[in-house]
C-alpha cells in the first residue's frame, strides 16, 4: 500500500485540529483564568503548534498560508473575547504577534543566524 499525502492535506488536518479543538476546549476555562494565564495557555497550545517546524512552509502559495492564518486569528479573537468579524491586526500588534508568513520568515533568520561560526 502506498500513501500519497500532499501538503494540502497535512495543512489541512493541522489547521481543522488546532481551528476547532483547541478554541472549544479553552474556551471553557477563559473565565476561571486571569487575562494573562490565559493568554500563555493560549501561546502554548496553539502557537506552539504553529510555530512548530514552520521553516518548512517557506515559499509555500498565500492560499495554505492563509489557513495557518486563520488559526492564529481565531487565537487572538479567543484571548480577547471579540466576534468572528472583528478586526484581528489591532490585536495581533497588542500581542506582539507577527503574521504566519512573518513567522516564517523570522524563524528562517533565526535558523541561519544560529548557523553562523
Known amino acids: 500500500?502506498?500513501?500519497?499525502l500532499t501538503?494540502?492535506?497535512v495543512n489541512g488536518d493541522f489547521s481543522r485540529k488546532s481551528h476547532?479543538?483547541?478554541p472549544v476546549q479553552l474556551r471553557s476555562v477563559r473565565r476561571s483564568l486571569s487575562?494573562?494565564?490565559f493568554t500563555r495557555l493560549v501561546v502554548a497550545l496553539v502557537l506552539a503548534r504553529l510555530d512548530y517546524c514552520n521553516g518548512v512552509l517557506a515559499g509555500l502559495p498565500a492560499s495554505q498560508l492563509s489557513r495557518l492564518q486563520s488559526v492564529?486569528?481565531?487565537a487572538a479573537r479567543l484571548i480577547y473575547g471579540v466576534r468572528r468579524h472583528d478586526h484581528v491586526t489591532p490585536l495581533q500588534q497588542q500581542l506582539h504577534w507577527l503574521s504566519v508568513p512573518e513567522r516564517v520568515i523570522?524563524?528562517?533568520c533565526v535558523i541561519f543566524?544560529?548557523?553562523r561560526p
Open 1 to 4: 500500500m502506498v500513501l500519497s
Open 7 to 9: 501538503f494540502a492535506e
Open 20 to 22: 476547532f479543538f483547541h
Open 35 to 37: 487575562q494573562e494565564s
Open 72 to 74: 492564529l486569528h481565531a
Open 106 to 108: 523570522f524563524k528562517l
Open 113 to 115: 543566524s544560529w548557523s
